[in-house]
């Protein structure tokens, strides 16, 4: 199993629609989880980050923690045709004497008009 | 806001030349980071920076150096370019906290580098 999973996609959903981007991990102590934006050519954007079990909103964005069943997820509310680019999930793995973050490869999300 | 600011978007260099790469924050943060992101590979750690004059190995150093004399600058060294090293390059810092790892980065706009 990766460290860090995430669907490559890419997710289509119409413009208005709820987007539901997941990533599992395999480290039960993982403590922090990070969502971020990247559109094509760009650098990755920080959007959310959460650290306890449960959700976290900001705006349209909603970070759900779930620490029993490892994953972490991202919903985009309203989603807007701006919104399509590649979201990166990252989360901090035990790696011997210290944590250190490991990124998924990505999901591709398509925002249609 | 956090700005990181990294020396040049696009660059090309030959092989076997020595490149400098260069990063500004201005949020007073400890941390420093660079990373290189390739397709199907993701964003890997090369360097990180905890401190002036400090820094630790990331995943793929081999063929990198660093260099952290002040706060808020920290450079990547290719010590001999190689054609293998055309990527993104991705500068990034955070506050320091409960390690480097629970802390959330802000990324410059990254430098492509083409190596000829």
């Known amino acids: 199993q990766k460290e860090v999973e995430q669907n490559s996609g890419p997710l289509s959903v119409p413009e208005g629609a709820i987007a539901s981007l997941n990533c599992t991990y395999s480290?039960?102590?993982?403590?922090?989880f990070f969502w971020y934006r990247q559109y094509s050519g760009k650098s990755p954007e920080l959007i959310m980050f959460?650290?306890s079990n449960g959700d976290k909103e900001d705006g349209r964005f909603t970070a759900q923690l779930n620490k029993a069943s490892q994953y972490v997820s991202l919903l985009i509310r309203d989603s807007q045709p701006s919104d399509s680019a590649t979201y990166l999930c990252?989360?901090?793995?035990?790696?011997?004497?210290?944590?250190?973050?490991?990124w998924g490869l990505g999901t591709s999300l398509a925002v249609n008009p | 806001d956090v700005k990181v600011t990294q020396s040049s978007r696009y660059l090309v260099k030959r092989t076997g030349e020595k490149v400098f790469l260069e990063c500004v924050q201005d949020?007073?943060?400890?941390?420093m980071f660079w990373y290189r992101q390739d397709p199907g590979l993701g964003l890997r750690l090369i360097y990180f920076?905890?401190?002036?004059?400090?820094?630790e190995k990331g995943d793929i150093p081999e063929g990198y150096s660093v260099s952290r004399e002040k706060k808020e600058r920290f450079s990547l060294i290719l010590e001999s370019a190689s054609t293998n090293q055309t990527s993104m390059y991705l500068c990034?810092?955070?506050?320091?906290?409960?390690?480097?790892?629970?802390?959330?980065?802000?990324f410059g706009d990254g430098t492509r580098l083409s190596i000829l």
């Open positions: 949020m007073d943060h400890e941390n």
């Open positions: 990252a989360v901090n793995i035990n790696a011997g004497n210290n944590r250190k973050l490991i």
């Open positions: 990034a810092s955070s506050k320091m906290g409960g390690g480097y790892s629970n802390q959330p980065q802000h």
């Open positions: 959460i650290y």
């Open positions: 920076s905890y401190d002036v004059k400090m820094k």
């Open positions: 480290d039960r102590g993982s403590q922090s």
